[in-house]
T-cell receptor, first 114, second 112 residues
Framework: EAGVVQSPRYKIIEKKQPVAFWCNPISGHNTLYWYRQNLGQGPELLIRYENEEAVDDSQLPKDRFSAERLKGVDSTLKIQPAELGDSAVYLC????????????FGPGTRLTVL | GEDVEQSLFLSVREGDSSVINCTYTDSSSTYLYWYKQEPGAGLQLLTYIFSNMDMKQDQRLTVLLNKKDKHLSLRIADTQTGDSAIYFCAESSGGGADGLTFGKGTHLIIQP
């Protein structure tokens, strides 16, 4: 069974440029998460989707970040414009909603903003 | 908000037991997790414990939960070089599919 797929794996951009990350969750997983992991820190939740609905986006900086999961499968996270402080690893995870929440993580996209 | 604390580094000799500690603040935590992160790889769930349990054993891994003190530990028996990684403690306070709150991670260093 394929795991969570993310692309690109690495991205280097200049500040003020836009950037987008893509995630394909494990087949059948209806819950999808985006986390941001800063250097030396643990992941922090940005947004959670149940199917195509964003049910928790309280930690998403809405002035520059946006996300979508139009058909309840793939998801895209966008930053526009990027700032130096956005340099981090962006992790996507998915789970099959049930009483126990085992989240499966993708390898992440490492973003460097110059 | 919720907070999860871990020490940043732990160094042990190969073959010894490793004990990684974690404290959390959210008394409504329902599940507590240990994740492993190796360089260039995603987070891998090692084990978890439900809040009404105080111990869980899974092969070389033993999880102890002291709910009164909000303290969680992960013991790895017979530590091997392949156990070298960053170990994250995480908690979820909601049922079902809530996002996780992670600690900063403990770097486990194995000495030959």
């Amino acid at each position: 069974e394929a795991g969570v797929v993310q692309s690109p794996r690495y991205k280097i951009i200049e500040k003020k440029q836009p950037v987008a990350f893509w995630c394909n969750p494990i087949s059948g997983h209806n819950t999808l998460y985006w986390y941001r992991q800063n250097l030396g820190q643990g992941p922090e939740l940005l947004i959670r989707y149940e199917n195509e609905e964003a049910v928790d986006d309280s930690q998403l900086p809405k002035d520059r970040f946006s996300a979508e999961r139009l058909k309840g499968v793939d998801s895209t996270l966008k930053i526009q414009p990027a700032e130096l402080g956005d340099s981090a690893v962006y992790l996507c995870a998915s789970s099959f909603s049930a009483s126990f929440n085992e989240q499966f993580f993708g390898p992440g996209t490492r973003l460097t903003v110059l | 908000g919720e907070d999860v604390e871990q020490s940043l580094f732990l160094s042990v000799r190969e073959g010894d037991s490793s004990v990684i500690n974690c404290t959390y603040t959210d008394s409504s935590s329902t599940y507590l997790y240990w994740y492993k992160q190796e360089p260039g790889a995603g987070l891998q769930l090692l084990t978890y414990i439900f809040s009404n349990m105080d111990m869980k054993q899974d092969q070389r891994l033993t999880v102890l939960l002291n709910k009164k003190d909000k303290h969680l530990s992960l013991r790895i028996a017979d530590t091997q070089t392949g156990d070298s990684a960053i170990y994250f403690c995480a908690e979820s306070s909601g049922g079902g599919a809530d996002g996780l709150t992670f600690g900063k991670g403990t770097h486990l260093i194995i000495q030959p």
